[in-house]
């Protein structure tokens, strides 16, 4: 039989396993920032700043208060993380730069559309070339960037693209920001270590699974499937089962629909957890967290549905970045925030309590604390 799990349990490991218990460092250096990416595999990247950039928050929720030019440290001088696709756009630990290699994003090897890169991708030639002769160079820098192409997403440049095939392919990799565009290199020449043996597929999938659930602390295969590198599991299921044969994965009952695993590693944690170690934290979540990035997983394990509502029309929306407040191993209450920089305050909009949680029910002082130390970090005061 399947060891029975309570929820709440497996809810403290994933919280355990994404950091987001227990005390925090102080000072926080860029080896503490490195760790962390290569616990959790990546920090999303999303242009939306209205509170702040969603890698510095899912740090700052781990971390608490630091200077966020130790990640710039990190990427742009030490080299030790660099950015690359995982579940989506993100920035990796360069130490995985050949299980990243070794499972590419499959859309590069679908005829249709390699097709249509190679159509609308036609500058590699140019590209490399140019590379071959300067550090590093922007799209701006081709006079073939103006040239524009109408495609499903709007007008779109070839040059941009042949960029984007390239560090798909781990040919390229950025090399610094110039405002929101990427300086380009040279993979071979940025990285100051060799790549190293690119394992198998077979293995490399194996590493990824394992990776991923021990970030996850509790997972379906499927909920496995969307994280880390996600589209890149082609061909998991055998390997899956050979973990479990392996006894390297445990499966585990919940009470839930789905079949649950956990990593073999983690069940002395679990034992820890069951027995009263748990250390809770009240902390705010960038709503691009790992913790909750696959929405159907969130919903399954705490009951929280969540949805981005950024794309939403105002007059639909009940918030734009929404912040969930995570509580222990709960997830209570979502806060609708947005910094004033004119005003240099941090603006509590909405506020919305989750069933269970409202009136007195409510951990007022917590709350207020983790508003504070994200306005701290923030540099500004907080508006409610």
């Keep these: 039989m399947n060891r029975k799990v309570r929820v709440e349990h497996a809810r403290r490991l994933a919280v355990a396993r994404q950091q987001l218990s227990g005390s925090r460092p102080r000072p926080v250096t860029a080896d503490d920032i490195h760790a962390l990416v290569r616990t959790i595999g990546c920090l999303q990247l999303d242009p939306t700043a209205i509170v702040a950039r969603s890698h510095l928050l899912v740090l700052f929720s781990r971390l608490a208060a630091f200077d966020p030019k130790l990640v710039d440290t990190l990427l742009w001088e030490e080299r030790r993380l660099y950015e690359y696709w995982a579940h989506q756009a993100s920035i990796v630990a360069t130490e995985d730069r050949a299980l990243h290699l070794a499972l590419p994003p499959p859309w590069l090897d679908q005829r249709t559309t390699a097709a249509w890169m190679t159509t609308r991708a036609r500058f590699s030639e140019l590209v490399l070339e140019r590379l071959a002769a300067t550090a590093s160079v922007r799209a701006a820098d081709f006079e073939q960037h103006t040239e524009k192409y109408e495609s499903g997403w709007g007008l779109r440049s070839p040059i941009v693209d042949t960029l984007a095939l390239l560090w798909l392919q781990g040919r390229i990799v950025p090399a610094g920001r110039v405002g929101s565009g990427r300086r380009w290199a040279l993979a071979e020449c940025w990285f100051r270590t060799p790549v190293g043996p690119i394992p198998d597929h077979a293995v490399a999938l194996r590493q990824a699974a394992v990776r991923s659930l021990h970030a996850l602390g509790v997972a379906t295969q499927q909920q496995v499937k969307r994280h880390f590198i996600r589209h890149r599991y082609q061909g998991l299921a055998p390997v899956w089962k050979q973990l479990e044969v392996d006894r390297a994965i445990v499966p585990i009952d919940l009470g839930l629909k789905g079949d649950w695993y956990i990593h073999a590693d983690d069940l002395e944690l679990l034992d820890q957890i069951e027995s009263g170690a748990f250390e809770p934290r009240t902390t705010l979540l960038s709503p691009f967290d790992n913790l909750i990035c696959d929405r159907d997983r969130t ?44 005003e240099a305050t941090l603006n509590v909009i909405g506020e919305r309590w989750e069933p269970g949680w409202e009136g007195g029910r409510r951990p007022v002082r917590p709350t207020r604390r983790a508003l504070g130390e994200l306005a701290a970090f923030l540099g500004v005061g907080v508006r409610r």
């Design 299 to 342: 919903l399954a394990l705490w009951g929280f549905d969540f949805k981005l509502e950024i794309y939403v029309p105002k007059s639909k929306r009940w918030g734009y970045f929404v912040m969930p407040l995570l509580h222990g191993e709960r997830i209570i209450a979502r806060l609708d925030l947005a910094v004033d920089r004119t």
